[in-house]
């Protein structure tokens, strides 16, 4: 168990409020990882994280930032929520070390924006 | 940009019957391709395979990297109602930090 601790696990909300996703580990693993996930679209990157203050973007970035003050917690912000962004997301660290293979997976946090 | 196509989209069969899911892939630099399991809620681990390991068993499970056709497949033998699932597969490159998905095989299996 990678121990992945995503909060909140569910939350609806209306269009244009701002929102937070937690992601937390508690083994110090430098990389983490935020998908989406939608039906028929599989999983896509949003944003990672390859250590403290270091991000970088995924092919799904748009409306959407990320902070990591911390090496255990990689925060997603929806600045504005949209309709378009109802999803589960799932956190995900990397284990090997250099960002590759293996990822573990959180259990996700369903949104949903009215 | 990196591209994973899993086919079928879906999939139903019976107790017993063997399953074959495919995937193929276009990415710069292929590094490794991994599969995995997901029931209700996270995505689990089953394989990866890369240029030096090309073919992975584990139980009725097992999988094969084409390099030349750029393609994967993963096989279920005797298949049982716990292997309903949607079952991904994924690409990363070398250098690349980063797993690009398919949209994933749904399989029903009926008892």
């Known amino acids: 168990d990678a121990g992945i601790t995503q909060s909140p696990r569910h939350k609806v909300t209306e269009t244009g409020t701002p929102v937070t996703l937690r992601c937390h580990q508690t083994e110090n693993h430098r990389y983490m990882y935020w998908y989406r996930q939608d039906p028929g679209h599989g999983l896509r990157l949003i944003h990672y994280?390859?250590?403290?203050?270091?991000?970088d973007k995924g092919e799904v970035s748009d409306g959407y930032s990320v902070s990591r003050s911390k090496t255990e917690d990689f925060l997603l912000t929806l600045e504005s929520a949209t309709s378009s962004q109802t999803s589960v997301y799932f956190c995900?660290?990397?284990?090997?070390?250099?960002?590759?293979?293996?990822?573990?997976f959180g259990e996700g946090s369903r949104l949903t924006v009215l | 940009e990196d591209k994973v196509v899993q086919s079928p989209l879906s999939l139903v069969v019976h107790e017993g019957d063997t399953v074959t899911l495919n995937c193929s892939y276009e990415v710069t630099n292929f590094r490794s391709l991994l599969w995995y399991k997901q029931e209700k809620k996270a995505p689990t681990f089953l394989f990866m395979l890369?240029?030096?390991?090309i073919e992975k068993k584990s139980g009725r499970l097992s999988s094969i990297l084409d390099k030349k056709e750029l393609s994967s497949i993963l096989n279920i033998t005797a298949t049982q109602t716990g292997d309903s699932a949607i079952y991904l597969c994924?690409?990363?490159?070398?250098?690349?930090?980063?797993?690009?998905f398919g949209g994933g095989t749904r399989l029903m299996v009926k008892p």
């Open positions: 994280s390859y250590g403290v203050k270091d991000t």
């Open positions: 890369t240029s030096s390991g």
């Open positions: 995900a660290i990397s284990v090997s070390g250099v960002g590759t293979g293996e990822l573990f």
């Open positions: 994924a690409v990363e490159r070398n250098a690349g930090n980063m797993l690009t």
